[in-house]
């Protein structure tokens, strides 16, 4: 399994450092033997193997415990350079040095288990406690259209007679909005599926930057009219190598966001600019913007901020994210404590040399 | 004609929208209120007959304004929520709602509960008699008859019968029913209520398999609907 790769490599990593600090404490010791007694020596290696089992696994700790006990009889214990053990005093000490060393590693090694479990379980918990709040406005973000459109349907259908002309379309309506608004939560979960799967191939393309945000501005101001979008372009954009639906996605995600977190009569820009063959978006609005302290979680899935009264699924800035990433890009966002958000994309590689104009 | 007005806290534009139109063109006169404050506010100055609320709402917990609601005010109040959680709707029941439903709902539905709502409010102080020749709970007199036959029901059958009758249109919580009929050591009892309504069903309704007079809410308890 790829996941256990990298924990091999340092196990084995962890080996070597054991028995390298097992010999390099006795090469010191070894030089001070005029100097030390014996007994000390045990010391000196059993704190050694003590502070290895405080950041390494089981087994080499217990590896460096057994290196140590055989090095320490070999080297230190008189006669020199035999495993014989002369007195029975040295005999007891040498057992009771590698007892002392096994029950170190175990019981460090336990500690370790215990506390690798408490932070499993927590972690757990704050993932199923997101997960929850992510069904529950889930299924806020998907019925509430649904009951717009069945109720509209009931009502257009029941043939009350003090339904005016005008309230039918009204109606109407309310089903066109209400259906587009599933669409695009539907189009919002198939996104983050479609990254979650692994399987997200960009179908890059030469793209006119200009047209695009065109499109999308259109499409958000049409929805929301009280709030104008404006747009600053460079002069001479080139032509861009990018999967224009997926940019699409990514600036309507922002742009929504911007319209429906900056509050009414918040100024929304969109900015263009080109920087050799680096491509770069900007979207910034001067709402009130995010606390420094939740700027490293916005990209997360299902994160939603915490002081936000809008309802939302926490999906569209990690589609963002997703987005952006797999056609080669990257994503910022900074927020001054004055308020405002601004968020940067940029496409390196993407603009051609080619000038439009 | 005095239309009965109807108050509508909703945070989605959309539902308030909708509920506007439904309402207005169903004989209501209808204010809405985006949040829980407006609502408070607006509750507070023009008392309405009845109140739509939302249970999700930006700025406070719908069973928040419920219960600030219900320390004055006394007329009907329906929950219209999303949370199809059997715990929150027994919650708000408890905090004093009279009824919920769970968005989307049918509008014939939802005017139906309105209407009754309304009904039993204006009715509450005492119509002896309820129900009509199908099935007719006499609480003076403490008899019930089915198509004019009288019907034979143990004293707890008929207190069960009585209490779900006086709240016509309105969920009782197993618990609520519980305690009231046989005590408060008894909540945790749902069995006795079980056995109890499906007793009474054999008795009142045509097919006990599928009532018409009392319903059961999934979870949450059950109500009386007024079918005769």
């Keep these: 399994m790829p996941r256990t790769a990298p924990h091999k490599i340092e196990l084995k990593k ?25 007994r000390v020596v045990a010391l000196i290696l059993l704190v050694t193997v003590s502070l290895i089992a405080i950041s390494f696994d089981i087994w080499p700790v217990l590896l460096s415990a057994a290196l140590s006990a055989f090095i320490w009889d070999f080297f230190f214990i008189p006669p020199h350079f035999t495993i014989h053990v002369n007195s029975t005093e040295d005999a007891i000490l040498l057992i009771m040095y590698f007892i002392i060393a096994l029950v170190n590693a175990v019981l460090t090694y336990k500690i370790r288990q215990v506390e690798k479990l408490a932070r499993l379980r927590e972690e757990k918990a704050k993932a199923i406690k997101l997960y929850n709040t992510f069904l529950n406005s889930l299924s806020h973000e998907l019925k509430t259209p649904i009951a717009a459109i069945i109720g509209a349907t009931d009502n257009l259908q029941a043939g009350n007679e003090s339904l005016s002309e005008e309230n039918k379309e009204q109606l109407v309506e309310e089903i066109a909005k209400a259906s587009f608004r599933l669409n695009q939560q539907v189009e919002n979960l198939l996104n983050m599926s479609r990254i979650e799967s ?61 319209v429906r977190y900056s509050g009414p009569q918040s100024a929304i820009a969109v900015i263009a600019a080109c920087y050799a063959d680096t491509l770069e978006l900007t979207i910034e609005d001067n709402g009130p913007g995010f606390p420094t302290e939740e700027i490293n979680y916005v990209f997360r899935k299902f994160y939603r901020g915490t002081d936000n009264t809008t309802s939302g699924t926490g999906l569209g800035l990690s589609i963002v994210k997703g987005f952006t990433e797999a056609m080669g890009g990257t994503v910022e966002l900074s927020s001054p404590t004055g308020g405002g958000a601004r968020f940067t994309l940029r496409f390196p590689g993407a603009a051609s040399p080619v000038k439009l104009h | 004609m005095n239309k009965p007005g109807i108050l509508v806290i909703d945070d989605e534009a959309q ?8 309402l207005q063109t169903n004989g209501y006169l209808v204010t809405c209120a985006a949040t829980a404050k407006e609502g408070l506010i607006q509750a507070a100055n023009h008392p309405p007959d009845l109140v739509l609320l939302d249970l999700g709402l930006p700025d406070k917990s719908g069973q928040d304004v419920l219960k600030s609601l219900r320390q004055w005010y006394t007329n009907p109040i329906i929950i219209l929520s999303v949370q199809h959680d059997e715990e929150a709707i027994i919650t708000a029941l408890d905090n004093g709602a009279n009824d919920y439903l769970s968005k989307p709902f049918r509008t014939g539905e939802l005017l139906a509960r309105i209407r009754s709502a309304i009904r039993t409010f204006n009715t509450e102080e005492g119509e002896p008699i309820i129900g009509g020749p199908d099935l007719e709970i006499d609480l003076t007199a403490r008899t019930v008859k089915r198509n004019n036959e009288p019907v034979k029901l143990t004293l707890t059958e008929y207190s069960l019968l009585a209490l779900l009758a006086r709240n016509e249109g309105k969920v009782l919580t197993h618990q609520y029913l519980l305690r009231a009929i046989w005590g408060p050591g008894f909540i945790s009892q749902s069995q006795y209520l079980r056995v109890f309504i499906a007793q009474l069903r054999k008795k009142i309704e045509k097919d006990p398999n599928r009532p018409e007079y009392i319903l059961t809410e999934s979870g949450v308890g059950y109500r009386f609907i007024n079918n005769s």
């Design chain 1, 14 to 38: 962890q080996y070597l450092y054991s028995i390298l600090s097992v010999l390099l404490v006795t090469a010191i010791c070894y030089g001070l033997t005029p100097y030390l007694g014996y």
């Design chain 1, 198 to 258: 692994g399987f997200l191939k960009p179908r890059q393309d030469w793209c006119d930057i200009s047209e695009t945000i065109h499109e999308v501005v259109r499409r958000i101001e049409e929805n929301n009219p009280a709030q104008p979008v404006s747009i600053q372009l460079h002069p001479d954009l080139p032509l861009c190598r990018l999967d224009k639906v997926m940019l699409e996605t990514v600036l309507y995600n922002l742009l929504i966001n911007a």
């Design chain 2, 15 to 22: 539902m308030r929208r909708l509920l506007d139109i439904t």
